[in-house]
Every structure is written in C-alpha cells, then in structure tokens.
Nanobody, 123 residues
C-alpha cells in the first residue's frame, strides 16, 4: 500500500502561481512513477504531468507545457507540481497518483491515488 496526501491547493488569480505537494508513505517511493491528474466539474479526469522513478523522465499534457513543472524528491518521498501562469481553465481538483510500472498518461495504470486538492483560478 502507498498512501498519498496532496497539499498546496487554494484560490489564486489568473497569472499567478501555486506549488502542489504530494507526500507518500508506505512502500518504497522510488519504486513508483508518479503523476498529477485533474478533474474539473462536469469533465472527465485528465492527465496533467508525469515523472519516472528517477525524476529524469517527465511528460506533460499539451495544455500545461511551458507553464507547469513536475519534480520529485525521493529522499523526502514527495512529488511536486509547480504551476505558473495559471488560467481559469486550470481550475480543478488535482490528484497525485502512483504507478508501480513505467510512467504513463492513463489513469488506469495508477494503483494509488490521493484524496485531491482544490485549485481555483479566478479571472
């Protein structure tokens, strides 16, 4: 079992920044690829960003490329999502997820999920 707890969400004006954190406990964190997903009201959950076990391989949804950065600190069992130049369409609940396999963009590949943190961007 891996337990994931997100933090750092909140209300921010368009153009602002937020940094989300996801703290992991349980099994060895470095054995898992990690990702951030989000779900806006009335929409399906979507992939935002992913990072491999070592932190070197990263991928992003087109909608956030150049604005968001995913990173991880295996010594602290934590994955981060730095979000800059936020837009109203970034408003959603953000979830971190852990995948015992390779980094992936589909939610079905992830075995463990956090409870989510709300990000609201006002225009």
């Amino acid at each position: 079992q891996v337990q994931l707890v997100e933090s750092g969400g909140g209300l921010v004006q368009a153009g602002g920044s937020l940094r989300l954190s996801c703290a992991a406990s349980g099994r060895t964190f470095r054995n898992y690829a990690m990702a951030w997903f989000r779900q806006a009201p009335g929409k399906e959950r979507e992939f935002v960003a992913g990072v491999d076990r070592y932190g070197g391989g990263r991928n992003y949804a087109d909608s956030v490329k150049g604005r968001f950065t995913i990173s991880r600190d295996n010594a602290k069992n934590t994955v981060y999502l730095q979000m800059n130049s936020l837009k109203s369409e970034d408003t959603a609940v953000y979830y971190c997820a852990a995948n015992p396999g390779l980094s992936a963009t589909r939610g079905v590949n992830y075995d463990y999920w956090g409870q989510g943190t709300q990000v609201t961007v006002s225009s």
